[in-house]
DNA sequence: CCGTTAACCTGAGAGC
DNA sequence: TGCTCTCAGGTTAACG
């Protein structure tokens, strides 16, 4: 569900609340996530203060002491809850990631500090914890990856290399986590009508022009994003209980049939379901 | 190695 | 009301 700009939503809450805090107690309900979790998970993170919170790409990164480290990742549907300690168990304003329905049988792991608990839930179940005993098996893990449009790692050169030769449509590129990690379904469509590319444009077809506004474009979509608080097109709300609005400031997608956003454009929007994905843009202004 | 598709899951909402 | 169908912010095994 979480893209780049709202798992990093989902950071910067955390990080106000977790670090350097103590994780007493562990449950875990069901460990049956996309990848099943590990026995010895809740024995590997109980009782470990927690040094630190980080994001690459859609993974959150926990930091443990003594160079142990827990990644989430959220799936489609996955959702953290901080739940403050008091008498009635009542939800606090502080649920940065929630759903308004949250159904108790899909709350699958629960993190309990001293003076709140973190619960994670997720209905559809694509999304998982992992361990990692050192640094450098999480960044092998990591490394799977290609690079993240915020990185400056991520330049011309880096699109040059991974998008030229390409056979595949350029929607479906930026959606490859393998090539550029970070970008989902929602933030692929607006970046792709900013810099007025065809989503079904082959790699190979691309011109240095048009992948200098896909380099350009792709930071300034994320940065935006985040800027807004995330998109909360569903249940996503940031520390303070406030949804995140940058799904106001979409341009095309979700708005199938809605005229172009381009004020010298007078072409709807266009929906095509590309690689089972729905993906939207406008004819006229994107080539 | 490359690109595409089906599959993994549950729930919300539309249409009848 | 209730049934059936479609769709959803992601990833990846399997296939050609």
Known sequence: MPELPEVEIVKQSLQKSINLRKIV???????????KI?????????????????????YLIIELENDKYFIIHF?????????????????TNLSFYHSNI??????????????????????????????????????????????????PLFNLSYLKKNILSR???IKNILLDQKIVSGIGNIYA????????????????EIS????????????????????NGGSSIRD??????????YQQKFKVYNKENETCPNMLCISKITKRVISNRSTFFCENCQK
């Open 25 to 35: 107690k562990v449950v875990v309900n069901n460990r049956n996530l996309r990848f």
């Open 38 to 58: 590990e026995k010895d998970f809740e024995k590997n993170i109980k009782n470990k203060v927690i040094k630190n919170v980080s994001r690459k790409a859609k």
């Open 75 to 91: 799936g489609m549907s996955g959702t953290l809850h901080l739940i403050k300690k008091n008498k009635n168990q009542k939800r």
């Open 102 to 151: 949250l159904g108790k049988k899909h709350n699958h792991v629960l993190l309990f500090f001293d003076k709140f608990k973190i619960i994670f839930n997720d209905p559809r179940r694509f999304g998982f914890f992992k361990f990692f005993k050192n640094r450098s098996t999480l960044q092998k893990y990591l490394s799977k990856n290609g690079e993240e449009p915020l990185s």
């Open 167 to 169: 056979k595949k449509n």
């Open 189 to 204: 469509s607006e970046i792709l009508f900013y810099s007025r590319v065809h989503p079904m444009k082959l790699g190979n």
């Open 208 to 227: 240095i022009i048009e992948l200098k506004k896909i380099l350009k474009y792709s930071k300034f979509v994320l940065r935006k994003a985040i800027k």
């Open 236 to 245: 996503f709300k940031n520390t303070d209980g406030n949804e995140g609005y």
